[in-house]
Structures are given as structure tokens and as C-alpha cells.
């Protein structure tokens, strides 16, 4: 049973730049959620893509941007990075329509991103 | 908006005995979803436990368990039989469901097992 995959493990890049992470979901599943974790701190929601639109927002600038495809991956690409964009980048997967399993989001290894 | 505290930044329990993990949170939902997740070093994040609000019975996993008390606002955390593997950030998380599909984090607990 594949797990959730995530890629590149580490990133480095430059204020301004641009960056695309990338995430392949738990096999059998539909719905991609992206998450940013900050050093010390739990997860904050960035955004959930189901039927390849965005399903749902958090708190973020439009300079965080996703994308899914077809087979149900998802990428999370970022604008104009700032320092403060440095952080682990997780993705999860779920289910939808088999409600109450839909709220159980399976995470993969996550993207550490740093800018300087 | 939702919030979740975790009011214990680490904890530490010696290998084999039993350690709570706290966690409180605020909302004015009547239904929604409780979660209980660890992060190992590696950083993978590892669903532990799920709690439906509407159930009165709490769950339980093996060697972990819940403590719900849904007038309180508090579900924390029960691991009986620690072992050095349970040793890994713990993170309380609530979705509100419906709609709301996102996962709200508290800041974690870090814990330690002796040996």
C-alpha cells in the first residue's frame, strides 16, 4: 500500500525565487492537502485540492499556489519566496465522500525548503 | 476561529509506565473531529488516534487512549506501556468537519522516554 510521497526531500533557493514541490497521494486516495511548518511549530493549512480545484484556503498570500492532475498529484508552487517562507512543507492525503474517515489526513515526509 | 492549545512543551516518562499528554481546544461547533498525531525525528506525521465529537465512548488504539470531555473542551492523551519507539513530537489537531475540511494544529508536545 503506497504511502503518501513527497519531492525533493531538501531544497535550497534564493529570495525571489520561485519553487515547486510536489506530492503523490496514499494509494486510493483523491484529496491532496498542503501544510507549512515552521521550525518548533505545528502545521498551518495552505490549501486542499479535490477534483483538481481548490477546495479550500487557509491564511496564506496569493504567492502560494497548488495545482492537481488528473491522477489525483498534486504540486505546491510558491511565488517571490521570502526568508519567512523557510520551513517544512507536508502534504496529506484523504478520502472524500466516506465520511467521518474523510477527516483523517495521511501526511507524507515533507519538503524542507530553505531560502536565503 | 479554532484554536488548540498543548500546554506542556515536553514531557518524559520512563519505558514501560504510563504518560497524558494534554490538550484543550475552543470552538462553538457541536460536531467535529479530534485528532491525535506523532512526528518521529524522521518527520513523517503518524495518525494515532481519531475521536468523532458525537461519540460519548472514547477511543482507544492498542496502548493509547483518549480522555474526552466534550463540556471542557479537553482531550488528551493516555499512553500505557511507554516504549522507546512512543518517543516523537505529539500534535493535538481539530477539524470542524462539514465543509471545513482543515486540520487545525496546536504547538505540540515533545516527548521522552527513558530507558
Not at chain 1, 7 to 18: A, D, F, M, V, Y
Not at chain 2, 51 to 64: D, G, L, M, P, V
Amino acid at each position: 500500500d503506497a504511502g503518501v510521497t513527497q519531492s525533493p526531500t531538501h531544497l535550497i533557493k534564493t529570495r525571489g525565487q520561485q519553487v515547486t514541490l510536489r506530492c503523490s497521494p496514499k494509494s486510493g486516495h483523491d484529496t491532496v492537502s498542503w501544510y507549512q511548518q515552521a521550525l518548533g511549530q505545528g502545521p498551518q493549512f495552505i490549501f486542499q485540492y479535490y477534483e483538481e480545484e481548490e477546495r479550500q484556503r487557509g491564511n496564506f498570500p496569493d504567492r502560494f499556489s497548488g495545482h492537481q492532475f488528473p491522477n489525483y498529484s498534486s504540486e505546491l508552487n510558491v511565488n517571490a519566496l521570502l526568508l519567512g517562507d523557510s520551513a517544512l512543507y507536508l502534504c496529506a492525503s484523504s478520502l472524500a465522500g466516506r465520511e467521518p474517515d474523510s477527516y483523517e489526513q495521511y501526511f507524507g515526509p515533507g519538503t524542507r525548503l530553505t531560502v536565503t | 476561529a479554532q484554536t488548540v492549545t498543548q500546554s506542556q512543551p515536553e514531557m518524559s516518562v520512563q519505558e514501560a509506565e504510563t504518560v497524558t499528554l494534554s490538550c484543550t481546544y475552543d470552538t462553538s461547533e457541536s460536531d467535529y473531529y479530534l485528532f491525535w498525531y506523532k512526528q518521529p525525528p524522521s518527520r513523517q506525521m503518524i495518525l494515532v488516534i481519531r475521536q468523532e465529537a458525537y461519540k460519548q465512548q472514547n477511543a482507544t488504539e492498542n496502548r493509547f487512549s483518549v480522555n474526552f470531555q466534550k463540556a471542557a473542551k479537553s482531550f488528551s492523551l493516555k499512553i500505557s506501556d511507554s516504549q522507546l519507539g512512543d518517543a516523537a513530537m505529539y500534535f493535538c489537531a481539530y477539524s470542524s468537519g462539514g465543509s471545513n475540511y482543515k486540520l487545525t494544529f496546536g504547538k505540540g508536545t515533545l516527548l521522552t522516554v527513558n530507558p
